[in-house]
């Protein structure tokens, strides 16, 4: 599972539904742009702020112009639209992502390890 | 102090939407019609069985009257960008 290396990024996504983006990882889909154009590709990343990155991309402009690109970043800003793959189960792949962010966060158990939210210490 | 309490009724009566189909507009003269699974706070919304409604109006160069055109597609399952939607509400009957 492709969890992010912040903190900041794993809280964010942790209370969106970007985790379920975060959770196509690896799927074929079609990502409808702000400006109407359309990219269909292999999603390598997503991140907190919807940023993806696809791979192995048809990219269909604004005026019908199909080219192929090795590789496509997209803005989070920029995406109207994912198409989510029919084969996806949205309730299992959420519960994945955020069991592999738990898995991160309590790495090393209870009394080792850098807390990610420190308890807060008794007086 | 008011505002707060306008946010908090949104979200309290979307929870009631959950599951249910809904009628949703968005920027740029699109409208949804889809059975709402999932939403967040910045109205990120998964859709399912949608029908996406986008109207484009021209003019005609002679009547220069105004012509309203739509074009419908299905989609199955939809991820839909929070900050595009404008308004969430119950499906419209119609007739």
Known sequence: MEVSHSVKERTIAENSLVILLQGLHGLVTTVDLRDESTATGRVTNVDAFMNMRLAEVTFTDRQGLVSRLDELFVTGRNVRYVHIPDEVDIRATIERQLQAIHRVRYFGGRDKGRKEFPRAKHK | ?95
Do not use: C, W
């Not at chain 2, 484009?56 to 939607?85: A, C, H, Q, W």
């Open chain 2, 1 to 95: 102090q008011q505002t707060t309490n306008t946010v908090f009724f949104f979200f309290f009566f979307i929870r009631l939407s959950l599951d249910e189909r809904i009628y949703v507009k968005m920027r740029n003269d699109r409208e949804l019609r889809g059975r709402l699974h999932a939403y967040d706070q910045h109205l990120n919304m998964i859709l399912g069985d949608v029908e996406e409604t986008v109207t484009t109006i021209e003019i005609d160069e002679e009547t220069y009257e105004e012509i309203y055109k739509s074009t419908k597609r299905n989609i199955p399952m939809l991820f839909v960008r929070g900050d595009g939607v404008v308004l969430v509400a119950p499906p419209l009957r119609v007739g």
